[in-house]
């Protein structure tokens, strides 16, 4: 069984067509994914989406775009993520790229998110994108006032990141960037992680790995990066499969891995 440990279910591109979704992620051996929040005000379109499926958790929390436009007090995020289904808080993190919202706000934002994921244990879900060293030292100093876990999420971006962040315990999960001609780089860096920090996901609808690019993307085709990180690794694709699955239930504690079918 694959994980697709990051998708977004709810954007109109997949949603529109979720049980065929589903049935071509069963199809491709993926049994669990995450979906995953940006928006507070959209937050119960997505926990309906994880309760609707046994298979499918979600996080809770506000991607850095929205930082200016929804505060996501610590508060509100622990209460939300009481919900059974709720494994992560985020997508959180500085997007200093575009900068939709000031970064002072991100970086405000960002350490909400981190409290709350201190006080529920839950795991924290990161998005950097050109703030590589802003992120770890907000990750390093606010470990410092008390541990928690987490992961960054779709890694696109140097060393210093992926170092800062496996010093501090988190995981590191690759999306279909890693099959991307332009992203030797990208591979070098991977090459080099601990395999047991390791997962993999889509970020679906968006960055379709090869050889799907152009269309949108969908946690079927999370086996196209597997299939690529096992190569960079050196491993068969069968272990691949099985250490970023165990590796996803060790971060995400609180989703359960599918019942095993009896024996016969």
């Known amino acids: 069984m694959l994980v697709d440990s990051h998708c977004h279910l709810d954007f109109p591109e997949l949603s529109g067509d979720l049980d065929g979704v589903l049935a071509r992620a069963a199809a491709a051996g ?72 000031p970064r002072a ?28 060293r802003e992120t770890v030292e907000i990750l390093q100093d606010e470990y410092a006032k008390g541990p928690f876990t987490g992961l960054i999420h779709c890694f696109s971006t140097g060393r210093e990141l992926a170092e800062g962040a496996l010093s501090l315990g988190f995981a590191i999960s690759c999306s279909g960037i890693l099959t991307f001609k332009s992203a030797q780089a990208i591979r070098d860096v991977v090459r080099d992680v601990p395999l047991e920090r390791l997962l993999v996901e889509t970020d679906a609808p ?40 165990v590796n996803f239930f060790r971060v995400f504690s609180r989703a359960a891995p599918p019942s095993k079918a009896p024996a016969p």
């Open 30 to 101: 993926v049994g669990t994914m995450v979906t995953i929040s940006t928006h507070l005000s959209t937050f119960p379109r997505v926990r309906a989406i994880a309760e609707a499926h046994a298979g499918v958790y979600c996080s809770v929390g506000v991607h850095p775009h929205e930082a200016a436009k929804e505060e996501a007090g610590v508060a509100g995020l622990v209460a939300l993520a009481e919900h059974p289904k709720v494994v992560g808080i985020g997508e959180t993190g500085l997007d200093f790229y575009y900068e939709h919202s």
């Open 105 to 132: 706000e991100q970086a405000e934002s960002f350490r909400r998110h981190i409290a709350a994921a201190r006080e529920t244990g839950l795991p924290l879900i990161v998005h950097s994108r050109d703030a590589d």
């Open 206 to 245: 968006f960055l379709a790995p090869v050889p799907h690019r152009g269309r949108a993307n969908e946690p079927a085709y999370v086996r196209h990066t597997a299939k690529c990180l096992a190569g960079l690794k050196g491993v068969e694709e069968n272990r691949l499969e099985e250490e970023t699955t």
